[in-house]
């Protein structure tokens, strides 16, 4: 099924929309997912990173108890579980599902918890995709909070597509600008994930999740030092995307 762009490219590459009308916008995409049910069952993914209380925040407002599928990968940081539980707390979210690989899974795949050492690809689709696709099953969309200004990989970014289980994907903020995150944050008095204080500007799992070296990369601190730009969950054809060169 076809879904025309709720934003205009041409609009959007001009600068001539305002943040509201992008808020405006992102609520729209929520609506024909969240209430008018438009694509079927809907969930959100959710990382509970560095900019993902503006989606949220967005989703509490129009349906609180919209499941909101949070991977655990049992590598993350501390700080991330703990503000998992304050914003859904904060946002009144009544329907947040932590899931995590089958703990048998982990004993015979990554036994010593060092398979990212050596196969940061396998490490992500064990303890990532594999479970996200499972608890996705039953659901006929998801929407995350992807934005285009995140990576160069990010670039071209549309509101609507597919998975590769033919699912499609809403993607509600994908014109959002950093300035934009920045001006929803404060003007709803949502919390920071805590380690943005400390320089970070995109967190994932605590192993491989560094500062940023690129200032114009948000994204520049995971998986640094490798070509590794996605964990696996958002990809095209099952090829896990890669830095251009």
């Known amino acids: 099924m076809r879904h025309e762009p709720i934003v205009s490219p041409a609009a959007l590459d001009s600068g001539v929309q305002s943040h509201e009308w992008m808020v405006d916008s992102a609520r729209?995409?929520?609506r024909k997912a969240l209430v008018d049910r438009q694509f079927g069952r809907a969930a959100v993914v959710s990382s509970f990173g560095a900019e993902s209380a503006v989606l949220l925040h967005l989703v509490a407002g129009i349906s609180s108890d919209t499941p909101v599928l949070f991977v655990d990968t049992q590598m993350m940081f501390q700080e991330t579980l703990d503000y998992q539980l304050e914003l859904s707390a904060k946002l009144g979210l009544t329907d947040v599902r932590r899931i995590s690989q089958k703990t048998e899974m982990l004993r015979r795949e990554d036994v010593f918890g060092r398979l990212h050492l050596k196969d940061t690809d396998a490490c992500c689709h064990l303890r990532k995709k594999l479970p996200l696709d499972e608890a996705l099953a039953q659901f006929d969309c998801w929407i995350n909070g992807r934005k285009r200004h995140q990576s160069a990989t990010r670039h071209g970014l549309r509101p609507f597509e597919t998975d590769d289980a033919g699912r499609l994907k809403v993607n509600p903020l994908a014109y959002w600008e950093r300035e934009d995150i920045e001006r929803y944050m404060e003007a709803h008095d949502l919390p920071w994930h805590p380690l943005v204080a400390e320089g970070f500007t995109s967190i994932g799992c605590a192993p491989c999740t560094r500062l940023p070296v690129d200032a114009?990369?948000?994204?520049?601190?995971?998986?640094?030092?490798?070509?590794?730009?996605?964990?696996?969950?958002?990809i095209s054809g099952g090829i896990v995307t890669r830095k251009a060169g």
């Open 28 to 30: 729209l995409a929520l």
């Open 216 to 234: 114009n990369d948000t994204r520049s601190g995971r998986w640094a030092g490798e070509e590794k730009t996605e964990c696996g969950i958002h």
